[in-house]
Each structure stands twice: as structure tokens, then as C-alpha cells.
């Protein structure tokens, strides 16, 4: 009597843990089901497709070509400088809501690797750097012409290799390219033309829209290509000095000179001798101008500028938008003109 009790306890025991495991499966099921619907209604709400960016210059593209056909989404908020900013799980989140995941490449996102493996096998997620097939500037300034139509596998691979070795403080720093493609007018016009055909291969049926739309913004990045070809190619002067290398692509396709006091990183520290020797350069020169930018501390271009007794303006290498320049409505064009109307006072 006493064993079948303990049998008859044991099968209960053990009825009450399946009954509860199909129940748990049953709320498992349907919270899933509840998530994949919310997820799919987002992708369709108003008809439109819903696209993340990772940082301010593809956000700017990607919604003049989406317009009204495609909710834009950017991961990087005001005023926050791209090379100090990391992704949270919320971010991940939403770029898996997606149907097109847009980042720059050339190494400029360091946690993209991860990123990218975070947001699964989901194939409805399209990811693509939009850098793709710009001849990128080796980090000693000559070019880099191998083919960059490589897969997200082999760019993980590398990535990670360069994780083992570097901190993420020294991702930007011992980077093999320069990553600030988007600064000149010309590789603008290669990224928009490579966001247009992402758009276009995940929603073909509104080609027509987004062919539309990129047809409008490449008249305006023309415009902009041809204003600083005419007005930098007459002026005297090429040699431009910047707080942050960030204007190599800049320089190469408009015939300036580009000498940084920190390197790919605005967070690195220049040497007291490479000071010395940016500040003999400046007065052997004659520069006119220390170039600084909006989103890093200006300071050590204060201090050169002081000590070479020569003033300082605003070069916006455009990695994000702060909030009044926000709030002011300013965009990737309105700023790129107003940088150059900088070099032009710099260089004149």
C-alpha cells in the first residue's frame, strides 16, 4: 500500500509537471506569436518599409530616397559623437524590427561585427554598408583599391580579429582605411546610389518612388560637387589643418592638402613633438586657419592656434547633427555648404 502511493504520488507529480510544460509552452507560443505579429505590423504600418541607420549622414540619405515610402530610424541620437557610441539591446531590438539595416563600413561602426551576428538569421533583415565600392584612403593617406564587394562573414572575420588585439578606444586609431567616406560630395553620391538600390531590391514595388526621390538628391549632390570643384580648384591656397583626420576623402577629391593634429580617432592624443611640428608647418605655410569640429572638445586646436598666433572655424566632418542644429532644421547640404564657405575663407 505504502508503494503505491508513493508510485501514485510520483505519476501525479510528474502529470503536474507535463500539464504545467505545455501550459508554460502554450504562453511561450503565444507570446511569440504576439512579438513576430507586432514585428510584422511594424514592416507594414501605413505601407511602408521601416529602415534603421546606424549614424546622421545615411539617415539624412536613406530618408530624402525612402520619403514617404520608408520609415527611417537612426540608432545614434544628437549630438553624440558615432566613434563613442555603442549599441544597446534596444537598439539590436529595433534594427531586427527592420526590413533594411544601413551602416557605413570602412570600419567606422567598431561594434557592427557583433551587431550583425546579434540580429540572427532573420532573413527579412537586409544589412549593407553603404561605403561599398568607394576606393577607400589607406590610414597613411594612399589608396586602397582592393574590390570591397566582400560578404558580412568575411567582414565579421576580420573584425574580430582586430577585437582581439585592440580595445574599442583603439578600434578607430589602427584602422587599415579611413572610414569618413560621406565628408565629400562625390562618395555622398556613391553612397546615395547604393541606399536607392537597397531600397529598391527590398520594396520593388515603389522602384519608381525611390528612383524618383534619389534622382532629386543626386541634382542636389551634384550641385554641391560642383560648387566646391570651381570655388576650392581657383583658390591660392590648399594646405588645410584639422583637429581630426577626418577630411582625407575630402581633400582627395577637391586637391587639398590635409594635415591632422589627432589621427582616424578624434579621441587620440597627439605627441608634444607632432604639435611642434603642426605648429612649424602652419607658420611655414602661412595657414591662416585651425580647423575644429562641433562634436569633440576644440581644445587642442585652441591651444595650437595660440601658440602658431593664428585664429580657428569650424570644419564639420557631418558624423551627427547637435541639437540646435537640429532644432534649426540644418541637413547633410546645409552644412556641407557652410563648410565651404569655411574653406573658402581659410583658403583664400
Known sequence: ???????????????????????????????????????????????????????????????????????VINLIPAGVEPHDWTPKSKDLSEAAKANLFLYNGAGLEGWVDDFLKGLGSDKSVQAFSVSDGIPFIEADGSEHEHSHGHSHEEEADHGHEGEAEHSHDEEHSDLNVDPHTWVSPKSALAMASNIKNMMVKVDEGHAAAYEANYEQLKAKLESLDQSFTEQLGKLPRKDIVVSHQAFGYLARDYGLNQVAIMGLSPDAEPR?????????????????????????????????????????????????LTPDQEQAGEDFISLMESNLQHLVQALQ
Not at 501550459?23 to 507586432?38: D, R
Not at 501605413?46 to 530616397?65: D, E, H, K, M, W
Not at 608634444?272 to 576644440?298: M, P, T, W
Request: proline letters at 2%.
Open 1 to 71: 500500500m505504502h508503494n503505491e502511493t508513493s508510485s501514485s504520488r510520483k505519476y501525479k507529480w510528474l502529470g503536474s509537471l507535463l500539464l504545467t510544460g505545455a501550459v508554460l509552452g502554450l504562453v511561450l507560443a503565444g507570446c511569440s506569436s504576439k512579438e513576430e505579429k507586432s514585428v510584422e505590423e511594424n514592416k507594414a504600418a501605413n505601407g511602408r518599409i521601416s529602415v534603421v541607420t546606424s549614424f546622421y549622414p545615411i539617415y539624412y540619405l536613406a530618408s530624402q530616397i525612402g520619403g514617404e515610402q520608408a520609415n
Open 272 to 320: 608634444a613633438q607632432d604639435l611642434l611640428e603642426i605648429s612649424k608647418f602652419v607658420k611655414e605655410h602661412g595657414v591662416r586657419y585651425i580647423f575644429f569640429e562641433e562634436l569633440v572638445s576644440s581644445a587642442l586646436a585652441e591651444t595650437l592656434a595660440r601658440e602658431a598666433k593664428v585664429e580657428t572655424l569650424v570644419l564639420n566632418p557631418i558624423e551627427g
